[in-house]
Structures are given as structure tokens and as C-alpha cells.
């Protein structure tokens, strides 16, 4: 079965620094899609970046890019130049092979303290 | 755009009660989902649909049942609250399958609670 996990169930990080948000997953299938949503206090799921199995190169959306690492099945969220509305709950979530159903991690806290 | 529109926000229900929780999406998505998410969870597929008139079972089914009888709409049945059902719920879709990236778009969630 396919499965996500994230380990931080909380972080802090200083304004206009770069933090990493770790997910691993495991799957047994050869395409799979990994995606990264972020969750403000007011409760709205935000789509942040997608990364396919297939791709070649790391994902980057502005200041969010994502660490894909293959052979370690992680695919970790690197935030650039933090800022206060980036404090938020994130959750790394992958997509099954049948119905595009997204499984979701726990999801990581992220505080940008100023 | 609307995109998708869940309705009711709040509602507060008394065990043993029913309701329906309305989901429509004007994109002509063919899939559609309904997540759950407790306190601070992460979210769990309720039911799916890929498309009017069919639909499957998710990780947490119990004790709810849903339709899709249109395209646009994907209601989700409560049909005898319990407690342990108090959790915000969420309504997606999905262009389909072979969209290009598979993102999901969420409606803004409605929070029940069963007392």
C-alpha cells in the first residue's frame, strides 16, 4: 500500500531564511505524481507544487522547490526567503494510480517567526 | 469562477441526526472527492467518483453514503452522526486521470460537530 509520511509535526524557522519540510513515501508503482499542499489558519487546502515520477529535473515554483530524491523515495519542500505568511500547516500528499486520489502525509507546522 | 462550492460551513448536529453535504464544482471535472480531516490530521479519502453515476468507497466509508447523478454535483450523506464524525470535510475535483499534473481543487471545507 501506498503510504506518505512526514516526521516534523512542527518547525520554526526565521523570516527570509530557507527551510526544508521533510516527506517520504513509499509506493511500489513506477509512475506516481507527489504534491505539496499548504494549509493557512483559515483553512483552505492551497496548491503549492507538483512533481512527477518521471521528471527529470526538481519542480520550482518561485520560492518553493522540491528535493526529489528518487532512490530515497523523499521529496522534501525547500521554502527560500521564509516570510510571516508562510507560517502554516504543509502537508505532502501522492497520487494513486487509480481514480487520481491523493493520499496525505500528517502534514508539518511551519512557524516564520520575525 | 466558482470553482468548488461546499455548503454548509459550520452545522452542529445532534447524534443520531442526518444531513446531506452539498459539493458542486462548474469546471466540468469528471472526478470528485470527499476528505475528511480531524484535528491536527492530515486528510482521509471518504468516497470518490469518477464520473456521473459511479462511484467508490475510500479509506474511511462508514457511515456515510454519496451520489453523482450529474457532473457537477457530489453530495455526501450523513445518515446517523456520531461523535467521532466532528471533522472538517472537504469536497475536490480533478480534471481527470491524464490531467497534467493531477492536482486536486478543493472547495473551503465545512466543519460539523456531533454532540
Known amino acids: 500500500a501506498q503510504k506518505i509520511t512526514q516526521t516534523q509535526p512542527g518547525m520554526f524557522v526565521q523570516e527570509k531564511e530557507a527551510v526544508t519540510l521533510d516527506c517520504t513515501y513509499d509506493?511500489?508503482?513506477?509512475?506516481?505524481?507527489l504534491f505539496w499542499y499548504k494549509q493557512p489558519s483559515s483553512g483552505e487546502m492551497i496548491f503549492l507544487i507538483y512533481?512527477?515520477?518521471?521528471?527529470?529535473q526538481n519542480a520550482t515554483e518561485g520560492r518553493y522547490s522540491l528535493n526529489f530524491q528518487k532512490a530515497r523515495k523523499s521529496a522534501n519542500l525547500v521554502i527560500s526567503a521564509s516570510q510571516l505568511g508562510d507560517s502554516a500547516m504543509y502537508f505532502c500528499?501522492?497520487?494513486?494510480?487509480?481514480?487520481?486520489?491523493?493520499?496525505f502525509g500528517q502534514g508539518t507546522e511551519l512557524s516564520v517567526k520575525p | 469562477n466558482a470553482g468548488v462550492t461546499q455548503t454548509p460551513k459550520f452545522r452542529i448536529l445532534k447524534i443520531g441526526q442526518s444531513m446531506t453535504l452539498q459539493c458542486t464544482q462548474d469546471?466540468?471535472?469528471?472526478?470528485m472527492y470527499w476528505y475528511r480531516q480531524d484535528p491536527g490530521m492530515g486528510l482521509k479519502l471518504i468516497y470518490y467518483?469518477?464520473?456521473?453515476?459511479?462511484?467508490d468507497k475510500g479509506e474511511v466509508p462508514n457511515g456515510y453514503n454519496v451520489s453523482r447523478s450529474t457532473t457537477e454535483d457530489f453530495p455526501l450523506r450523513l445518515e446517523l452522526a456520531a461523535p467521532s464524525q466532528t471533522s472538517v470535510y472537504f469536497c475536490?475535483?480533478?480534471?481527470?486521470?491524464?490531467?497534467?499534473?493531477?492536482?486536486?481543487?478543493f472547495g473551503e471545507g465545512s466543519r460539523l460537530t456531533v454532540l
Open positions: 469546471m466540468n471535472h469528471n472526478y
Open positions: 512533481q512527477g515520477s518521471y521528471d527529470e
Open positions: 509506493t511500489s508503482d513506477q509512475s506516481y505524481g
Open positions: 467518483s469518477v464520473g456521473a453515476g459511479i462511484t
Open positions: 500528499a501522492m497520487r494513486e494510480p487509480v481514480g487520481g486520489k491523493l493520499i
Open positions: 475536490a475535483s480533478n480534471p481527470s486521470e491524464v490531467s497534467n499534473t493531477g492536482e486536486l481543487f
